[in-house]
């Protein structure tokens, strides 16, 4: 910024503003900023963000610039201003100039952003031209990234480009002072896109009101493919029991638990507890899928959420989740897929990929460009917790710190996400899922090159896991770029230390299920001395056998018998009365010879072990089952802990978690309730993390730790750290802006390879 000027005679400036600042109402800003100042000049879009020259006496050019960052839309993000003095030129007036798309591209893409009271007064008002609009939107709401195809974002250059304006659309998008002016989706009744209803089959249904007749669907028990904003949804009525069943049995999603669409802040508070912060973020312009713990006895199926604590509640985003909600005002709302495929984007695709499940689609006409999941948020240690991070905060950037330009990082396995490095700038882009299948890695694919192609980066190095068998890490090798081959649990700790901006050593705690180790075994309770170059390996459990590899996990009770088999043999299968005899003898067996038994030390399984020998997960449908439902029952106010036996091999420290295990048979079989056996089984892991992050700290003389990895999606673990390591003197950094699972993952491969080129 130019230095202050003396109050003489009119000056001229060149301003520059980069940010999110195109498709968020900042050039009506501007203008009526100028105006209301008496100022001259002009404003434009560019693929440097928003130049403006503006002439009028010094001090009022003065506080013109403070109020650019004051008073700014409520949607613009703004990470720099730049201003300059210029030569002034005879010029009367303040206008808005055509976008200029030479330059540098240095804006940022805008997120998806939920309908605005001001839209929603409209849509409810009969005298409104807009009235029961199902795409009615301004500069303040609607989507933005899923409808853009390239930068800067005009109108010609989205999926709306396929609705020409009508006359009265037109007046507002080119009138300044209105607030659609340059809002790109702008539409009406008359010139927007349509509502289309179709039966199972794919055939139209004559229905003058086929958002009415999805409603009357809904109502009479059917399930609905729902067309949204970054994708289909599957919709069913919440309460109805047998709704619920039939989406279930026809998607095959036997016990993970769908989400919830409240009618409104009330409705969501009858069927869950909603404090002033929860109600914040489900309010908020995001709209995420906020998990809640829910009330006994409400309305909502339990098939909703069988045996689970909590409800993912979010309240409407879009016109026509609105609209169904005057009618049904619990509806689930879960992603239109088939079990680990990407969510249904196309009308065509959903037809095809949901034949079979659902008895109507409501589609339309305007193209969904980028698939762009809910995201899911809850509140732990006081502070928010991103645990998907997708629609309305993708691709939101995020600054780490360092030079990161044109690095691309292709993500994990699970939860996979990409990322793109621009300046100091890492764009995470929305959750991707479970490269499970083709489909999957060809999103990976399109979305690598869309976010790539939109924030103008050409990638000249990738990222990519250690783990030599990961369809993201083989993508990343066949781009034929220069490679750098992330360590897993080292990225965990440096997404954390890139989203706070830390340099130096920290002592980072990675616990997880699975992640590939240096010694080619699995890793995933690891305590770390890293910076954003190198680690090294502190403390971990000690290494447990898993009787048929990835079968222990969709199996708990094979991870309990290979965690005990080495201490006490044969007598481990007291741990699991309830297995069926020959499968125990099958697994003691394998264990026995020795024979696809590979090795792991991760967090996750030691708390899949526990929930099997207490019994209260069997067979894991869901990742992350056993610890959710440990948790879920565990009586945090329970007293004591089991015994941890530490050893050292090589200057690592290792905790024995078969003793742990051992102690839980003990107690379960003397009788102890369930939840205070979990309790205490909660409580011995907060000792082995305390235990070695003081001894690590002690050792390095470092007082940064960064807690990280899906296992601290666990409140009562993660909630309980903090409190005893801030109590020790220690500074703890946890996530706040990514997912601490492996949704997190992309962000600290971009750091790690950035440290590494710079080295």
Same mark, same amino acid.
């Given at each position: 910024m130019p230095p202050r000027s003396p109050k003489t005679e009119p000056r001229r400036m060149k301003v520059r503003v980069?940010?999110?600042?195109?498709?968020?109402?900042?050039?009506?800003?501007?203008?009526?900023?100028?105006?209301?100042?008496?100022?001259?000049?002009?404003?434009?879009?560019?693929?440097?963000?928003?130049?403006?020259?503006?002439?009028?006496?010094?001090?009022?050019?003065?506080?013109?610039?403070?109020?650019?960052?004051?008073?700014?839309?409520?949607?613009?993000?703004?990470?720099?201003?730049?201003?300059?003095? @210029?030569?002034?030129? !005879? $010029?009367? *007036?303040?206008?808005?100039?055509?976008?200029?798309?030479?330059?540098? /591209?240095?804006? &940022? +893409?805008?997120?998806?952003?939920?309908?605005?009271?001001?839209?929603?007064?409209?849509?409810?008002?009969?005298?409104?031209?807009?009235?029961?609009?199902?795409?009615?939107?301004?500069?303040?709401?609607?989507?933005?990234?899923?409808?853009?195809?390239?930068?800067?974002?005009?109108?010609?250059?989205?999926?709306?480009?396929?609705?020409?304006?009508?006359?009265?659309?037109?007046?507002?998008?080119?009138?300044?002072?209105?607030?659609?002016?340059?809002?790109?989706?702008?539409?009406?009744?008359?010139?927007?896109?349509?509502?289309?209803?179709?039966?199972?089959?794919?055939?139209?249904?004559?229905?003058?009101?086929?958002?009415?007749?999805? @409603?009357?669907?809904? !109502? $009479?028990? *059917?399930?609905?493919?729902?067309?949204?904003?970054?994708?289909?949804? /599957?919709?069913? &009525? +919440?309460?109805?029991?047998?709704?619920?069943?039939?989406?279930?049995?026809?998607?095959?999603?036997?016990?993970?638990?769908?989400?919830?669409?409240?009618?409104?802040?009330?409705?969501?508070?009858?069927?869950?507890?909603?404090?002033?912060?929860?109600?914040?973020?489900?309010?908020?312009?995001?709209?995420?899928?906020?998990?809640?713990?829910?009330?006994?006895?409400?309305?909502?199926?339990?098939?909703?959420?069988?045996?689970?604590?909590?409800?993912?509640?979010?309240?409407?985003?879009?016109?026509?989740?609105?609209?169904?909600?005057?009618?049904?005002?619990?509806?689930?709302?879960?992603?239109?897929?088939?079990?680990?495929?990407?969510? @249904?984007?196309?009308?065509?695709?959903?037809?095809s990929k949901l034949a079979g499940i659902a008895d109507a689609f409501l589609v339309h006409d305007r193209a969904i460009l980028t698939r762009n999941d809910d995201s899911v948020v809850r509140r732990l240690a006081g502070d928010v917790m991103v645990v998907r991070r997708s629609r309305g905060y993708a691709p939101e950037p995020i600054a780490v710190g360092a030079d990161v330009d044109g690095i691309l990082a292709c993500g994990p396995m699970l939860k996979n996400t990409v990322a793109v490095g621009r300046g100091e700038l890492c764009y995470l882009s929305q959750h991707i899922g479970d490269l499970a299948n083709p489909a999957t890695v060809r999103s990976l694919e399109a979305t690598a090159a869309k976010l790539a192609g939109m924030v103008g980066v050409e990638p000249r190095l990738v990222a990519c896991d250690r783990h030599p068998d990961y369809l993201s890490t083989r993508f990343a090798e066949s781009l034929g770029l220069p490679l750098v081959r992330v360590p897993h649990h080292h990225a965990h700790v440096a997404a954390c230390m890139g989203e706070h901006e830390l340099t130096g050593q920290v002592i980072g705690v990675a616990f997880d299920g699975t992640g590939y180790g240096d010694d080619g075994h699995t890793w995933g309770s690891e305590v770390l001395i890293a910076d954003r170059a190198e680690s090294e390996r502190f403390a971990h459990l000690a290494y447990m056998p898993m009787p048929g590899g990835d079968a222990a996990v969709r199996h708990p009770g094979r991870m309990a018998l290979g965690a005990l088999f080495p201490i006490i043999g044969a007598d481990a299968r007291r741990a699991v009365p309830w297995m069926d005899e020959a499968e125990a003898d099958a697994v003691l067996e394998l264990l026995d010879r020795g024979v696809n038994t590979p090795l792991t030390c991760g967090m996750g399984r030691l708390f899949d072990a526990a929930a099997a020998v207490l019994g209260v997960c069997r067979e894991t449908a869901y990742e992350g089952q056993p610890a959710i439902k440990l948790e879920g029952i565990a009586d945090p106010t329970a007293e004591g802990s089991y015994p941890i036996e530490l050893s050292e091999s090589g200057g690592v420290r290792q905790i024995d978690g078969a003793t742990i295990l051992a102690a839980v048979c003990d107690e379960r079989d003397a009788g102890v309730p369930a939840p205070t056996i979990a309790g205490r089984f909660h409580s011995t892991v907060l000792g082995f993390l305390l235990e070695c992050v003081t001894e690590a700290a002690r050792h390095t003389g470092l007082d940064r730790v960064c807690l990280t990895g899906g296992c601290f999606q666990n409140a009562f673990l993660l909630e309980q750290a903090v409190a005893r390591l801030e109590a020790e003197g220690l500074s703890v950094f946890r996530h706040r802006l990514v997912p601490p699972n492996d949704g997190g993952v992309a962000l600290g491969q971009i750091v790690i390879a950035a440290a590494k080129r710079r080295e």
């Open positions: 980069i940010g999110t600042v195109q498709g968020v109402g900042f050039r009506p800003f501007v203008y009526r900023l100028a105006t209301g100042l008496g100022l001259a000049g002009s404003v434009r879009n560019a693929g440097s963000g928003v130049e403006i020259e503006v002439q009028g006496m010094p001090d009022v050019l003065d506080r013109f610039v403070d109020r650019l960052r004051q008073d700014a839309p409520p949607l613009a993000r703004i990470r720099q201003v730049a201003a300059r003095h @210029a030569k002034p030129v !005879a $010029e009367d *007036g303040f206008r808005i100039e055509m976008t200029d798309e030479d330059g540098e /591209l240095e804006v &940022d +893409a805008a997120r998806d952003i939920a309908t605005c009271t001001d839209c929603l007064a409209e849509m409810r008002d009969p005298a409104d031209r807009r009235y029961r609009h199902p795409f009615i939107n301004c500069t303040n709401c609607g989507p933005r990234y899923t409808i853009i195809e390239r930068l800067p974002y005009d109108r010609p250059d989205t999926s709306m480009r396929a609705f020409p304006m009508c006359e009265a659309c037109r007046a507002e998008y080119e009138d300044p002072a209105d607030r659609r002016f340059h809002a790109q989706p702008v539409c009406c009744h008359d010139c927007g896109p349509t509502l289309e209803l179709l039966d199972a089959e794919g055939q139209r249904v004559d229905s003058p009101d086929p958002l009415a007749a999805t @409603a009357d669907i809904l !109502a $009479e028990g *059917g399930v609905a493919a729902i067309k949204g904003i970054g994708g289909f949804h /599957l919709a069913c &009525d +919440a309460t109805s029991p047998d709704a619920v069943r039939r989406l279930r049995e026809r998607k095959h999603r036997e016990q993970k638990p769908l989400a919830v669409m409240a009618r409104d802040p009330d409705a969501a508070r009858a069927i869950a507890t909603v404090g002033p912060e929860e109600l914040a973020l489900l309010e908020s312009p995001e709209r995420p899928i906020v998990l809640l713990s829910r009330r006994a006895g409400d309305i909502v199926a339990d098939a909703v959420a069988p045996r689970s604590q909590f409800h993912g509640v979010m309240l409407p985003y879009t016109p026509i989740h609105h609209l169904l909600a005057e009618r049904l005002p619990y509806l689930v709302m879960t992603s239109a897929n088939r079990t680990e495929e990407p969510i @249904a984007r196309t009308n065509d695709d959903a037809v």
